[in-house]
């Protein structure tokens, strides 16, 4: 329906539970809505999650964040990440490995260079 509208942003919440059955699902419906095009989002209480894919992303932070970056339905190439405690410089994140989790906010900003494929970025709002 809101495809239909010409929404070109759209926010969910209230879609992560104790059912990851759906929400993997909104995982997809980030996925196919990146592939037309549409920016869109998980808002939660204490977490963000996003997805990008062939771009560059910048955000202000707080420094001491936790985040995760995991490559979804296929490996990530030339992947860099700068401002966090584990940086990488054109890096292959493999898809089925867990190299992406926990990472941390050691600069008040980040940036996230997806050269080839998608991620999933996971923001934790509270100290994890």
Do not use: C
């Not at 089925?96 to 996971?122: A, C, H, M, Q």
Request: proline fraction near 2%.
């Amino acid at each position: 329906l809101l495809l239909n509208m010409n929404v070109d942003d759209i926010t969910f919440s209230g879609v992560v539970g104790d059912r990851m059955d759906h929400t993997f699902a909104v995982f997809q419906i980030l996925y196919k809505l990146k592939l037309k095009g549409i920016k869109s989002r998980i808002v939660e209480k204490d977490l963000d999650i996003f997805l990008l894919r062939n771009e560059i992303f910048v955000m202000s932070v707080r420094k001491g964040e936790t985040w995760s970056i995991l490559p979804i339905f296929e490996e990530a190439r030339k992947v860099d990440l700068e401002g966090f405690l584990y940086p990488v410089k054109n890096f292959k994140f493999p898809f089925g490995k867990t190299v992406g989790v926990s990472n941390e906010t050691v600069e008040d900003s980040v940036k996230i260079v997806v050269g080839e494929g998608s991620i999933l970025v996971f923001r934790w709002k509270v100290r994890v």
